[in-house]
């Protein structure tokens, strides 16, 4: 049991550290993605290098990262299987690993697009509407991590109102909270109104 639950931390820190953006940007640029503007991995980052197409693409990378580590957990993990512990565990271990990544020194993105993959993975229907949450604020808005935020932020109330076990609520509130630590620049910059916008 205790292997079983050290095997899926691992693999799923280790699945979440693998740079997405940063492999993307070096190969075709030959930059390192976290010496430009924000210095994070992610896809708002890798857009103002690579445009918005490679936004769309890293954006969709790094979700698949976040979905893959949940969905093995689920189907093959044979612990804590009533309370959902270990599909949260490795949701827990991927967003960690794709924001302190081990392969660049513990830096890395802001976890939403990994996070979001997660609550794919955990239940497809709230993810779907978290992610469309994110993409109506944000289209509105024009600012990326307003609508990181708070999508992120209904994904708890969400997996109560599907009935899901404690352990993905408690999952998705901490992981809203540690996202908005992630954006605590982002949002001193919303206060301050000089936060980047999506599109000019």
Same mark, same amino acid.
């Given at each position: 049991?205790?292997?079983?639950?050290?095997?899926?931390?691992?693999?799923?820190?280790? *699945?979440?550290?693998?740079?997405?953006?940063?492999? *993307?940007?070096? @190969?075709f %640029?030959?930059?390192?993605?976290?010496?430009?503007?924000?210095?994070?991995?992610?896809?708002?980052?890798?857009?103002?290098v690579?445009g918005?197409?490679?936004?769309?693409?890293?954006?969709?990378?790094?979700a698949?990262?976040?979905?893959?580590?949940? @969905?093995?957990?689920?189907l093959?993990?044979?612990?804590?299987?009533?309370?959902?512990?270990?599909?949260?565990?490795?949701a827990?271990?991927?967003?960690?690993?794709?924001?302190?990544? @081990?392969?660049?020194?513990?830096?890395?993105?802001?976890?939403?697009?990994?996070?979001?993959? %997660?609550?794919?993975?955990?239940n497809?229907?709230?993810?779907?509407?978290?992610?469309?949450?994110?993409?109506?604020?944000?289209?509105?808005?024009?600012y990326?991590?307003?609508?990181? *935020?708070?999508?992120?932020?209904?994904?708890?109330?969400l997996?109560?109102?599907?009935?899901?076990p404690?352990?993905? *609520?408690?999952?998705?509130?901490?992981?809203?909270?540690y996202?908005?630590?992630?954006?605590?620049?982002?949002?001193?910059?919303?206060?301050?109104?000089?936060?980047n916008?999506?599109?000019?």
């Open positions: 049991m205790l292997l079983e639950l050290l095997l899926v931390v691992l693999i799923s820190y280790l *699945i979440g550290s693998i740079p997405t953006g940063y492999i *993307i940007v070096k @190969i %640029t030959g930059q390192d993605i976290r010496t430009v503007g924000s210095g994070s991995t992610g896809a708002t980052n890798v857009k103002r690579m918005k197409k490679w936004f769309f693409i890293v954006m969709l990378l790094d698949l990262k976040g979905a893959l580590p949940v @969905i093995l957990a689920k093959f993990a044979l612990s804590f299987v009533q309370i959902g512990l270990l599909p949260v565990l490795a827990v271990a991927v967003i960690v690993g794709h924001s302190k990544s @081990i392969f660049l020194k513990f830096t890395g993105g802001k976890s939403v697009a990994s996070g979001v993959g %997660t609550i794919l993975a955990l497809w229907h709230v993810g779907l509407i978290v992610a469309c949450i994110w993409a109506v604020i944000t289209y509105f808005s024009k990326v991590s307003l609508g990181s *935020i708070i999508a992120l932020f209904t994904s708890p109330f997996m109560w109102y599907f009935k899901e404690v352990a993905y *609520i408690v999952y998705c509130f901490l992981g809203a909270l996202i908005v630590y992630l954006h605590r620049e982002n949002i001193s910059r919303l206060v301050h109104g000089v936060e916008k999506v599109r000019k």
